[in-house]
């Protein structure tokens, strides 16, 4: 097989590199490695029953068995078994519902239980599922709890750099410089770099878009698990987030907003010794990465939000985070060859990235050796590329 050079030792970046070596390619790793990418930010979750029908379900179902044979060749990656919490208040509902806030219909809140619980139940049995009831510690915020897996991003950060070393990839530190056309700096190159796709090589489709995502990053061992132990609504290896989540469909609308738009789903996630407290998601017009967004105001609707599910979290002494995250507005992820690119491949865009990318990778990685089975099994970089996937 050819030399592979890939851009982006993210999560998409860093599978598909270990996929490559694993089939005895020479795989090179390009990235800055400054560790603000969105892989190092991430709750981690891995929604491995929450595929839509198709192939995109198989690939997520397979997840946690994906995981558990990558820490098995290439040792611990921070997988564990965990619980999903999705929380609500019948006040807040109700008080939305009045407001005219289609995401917290009231009406819709039965509708929104038995999707979520009929989606689930595909693939996990009855006592996988279950509805908990209020009490007044949890401040009649309600929760259904569904089994799920989650990668400790911070243990991945630690341990993913020597798992490819020990793997044969060479890590090279530096930022890409846009791609140029029949001057590719390698036979097969993949672009995995996020946010940073469309500055390497502009003619990419439109549904490839940027959100920037703010979190808060407690580093406080004791305070987090202080918290942790202490909440009505949440235990230590859990992951905590809204039932009515907004980032999707802010995502799903993404072509039709004609100014900045945010919005926020209170929750968190433990990581490492500490906690991510998030989530705000940005999206401007266009397709540009842009700068930053100003945090001010993010953060404060942030903390206003974690203070409704426990006041404490409104106020913890956590720093703000923000970095921008590569999604598809159609929801189809985007891997395969760019089209009028010889050699260059595309991996970004994935939805729900930790459930996708440990196949996704596999399959990418055959196609790279030449397989046009696998090939058709990609959902494509282009436009036009496998409909049966969107
Ligand atoms: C708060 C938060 C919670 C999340 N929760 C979940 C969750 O529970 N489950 C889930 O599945 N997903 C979740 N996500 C989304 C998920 O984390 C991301 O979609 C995923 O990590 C993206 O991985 P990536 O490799 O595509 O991009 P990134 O992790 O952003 O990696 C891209 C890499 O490319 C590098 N790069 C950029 N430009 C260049 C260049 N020119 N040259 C070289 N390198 C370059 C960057 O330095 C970076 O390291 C969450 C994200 C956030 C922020």
């Known amino acids: 097989m050819a030399d592979v050079l890939v851009i982006g030792a993210g999560l998409a970046g860093s599978l598909v590199?270990?996929?490559?070596?694993?089939?005895?390619?020479?795989?090179?790793?390009?990235?800055?490695?400054?560790?603000?990418?969105?892989?190092?930010?991430?709750?981690?979750?891995?929604?491995?029953?929450?595929?839509?029908?198709g192939p995109m379900d198989q690939l997520m179902a397979s997840a946690p068995a994906a995981w558990r044979h990558l820490e098995q060749r290439h040792g611990p990656l921070g997988w564990s078994p965990c619980s999903l919490r999705l929380h609500w208040s019948d006040a807040e509902t109700e008080a939305a519902a009045a407001a005219g806030e289609v995401a917290f219909a009231n009406s819709g809140l039965d509708q929104t239980l038995a999707r979520v619980e009929a989606l689930a139940r595909r693939h996990l049995g009855a006592d996988q599922v279950e509805r908990l009831e209020a009490s007044p510690a949890s401040g009649g915020r309600r929760v259904l709890r569904l089994d799920y897996g989650r990668i400790d991003s911070r243990q991945l950060s630690l341990t993913l750099p020597q798992a490819l070393e020990r793997a044969g990839v060479r890590r090279r530190w530096g930022r890409c410089e846009p791609l140029q056309a029949g001057k590719l700096p390698a036979s097969q190159v993949v672009l995995a770099a996020g946010a940073g796709c469309r500055a390497l090589w502009p003619a990419l489709p439109d549904r490839l878009r940027v959100s920037w995502a703010g979190v808060l990053q407690l580093d406080d061992g004791s305070?987090?698990?202080?918290?942790?132990?202490?909440?009505?609504?949440?235990?230590?290896?859990?992951?905590?987030?809204?039932?009515?989540?907004?980032?999707?469909?802010?995502?799903?609308?993404?072509?039709?907003?004609?100014?900045?738009?945010?919005?926020?789903?209170?929750?968190?996630?433990?990581?490492?010794?500490?906690?991510?407290?998030?989530?705000?998601?940005?999206?401007?017009?266009?397709?540009?990465?842009?700068?930053?967004?100003?945090?001010?105001?993010?953060?404060?609707?942030?903390?206003?939000?974690?203070?409704?599910?426990?006041?404490?979290?409104?106020?913890?002494?956590?720093?703000?985070?923000?970095?921008?995250?590569?999604?598809?507005?159609?929801?189809?992820?985007?891997?395969g060859p760019v089209a009028g690119a010889a050699g260059l491949w595309l991996f970004a865009g994935l939805s729900s990235p930790f459930a996708l990318a440990p196949g996704l990778a596999g399959v990418l990685a055959e196609a790279l050796s030449g397989d046009p089975g696998a090939l058709e099994r990609l959902p494509g970089a282009t436009e036009e590329a496998n409909p049966g996937w969107d």
Do not use: K
């Not at 070596?21 to 930010?41: F, I, K, M, Y």
């Not at 305070?223 to 909440?231: G, M």
């Not at 989530?279 to 930053?292: D, F, K, N, V």
């Open 17 to 53: 590199a270990l996929a490559l070596a694993d089939r005895g390619a020479a795989v090179e790793l390009l990235d800055p490695g400054q560790g603000c990418s969105a892989t190092n930010l991430s709750y981690g979750g891995v929604p491995w029953w929450a595929g839509a029908p």
């Open 223 to 335: 305070l987090s698990r202080e918290l942790l132990n202490t909440s009505a609504l949440t235990q230590p290896n859990d992951i905590l987030m809204p039932l009515f989540a907004q980032r999707q469909g802010l995502e799903q609308r993404a072509d039709q907003i004609e100014r900045p738009e945010w919005v926020v789903d209170a929750g968190l996630a433990p990581c490492g010794e500490g906690l991510l407290l998030g989530q705000t998601s940005l999206i401007r017009p266009g397709t540009a990465c842009g700068a930053s967004p100003q945090a001010a105001s993010l953060e404060l609707g942030l903390r206003q939000a974690l203070g409704r599910i426990d006041p404490r979290l409104g106020q913890v002494p956590a720093s703000f985070h923000q970095v921008p995250v590569s999604f598809s507005s159609s929801g189809s992820p985007l891997a």
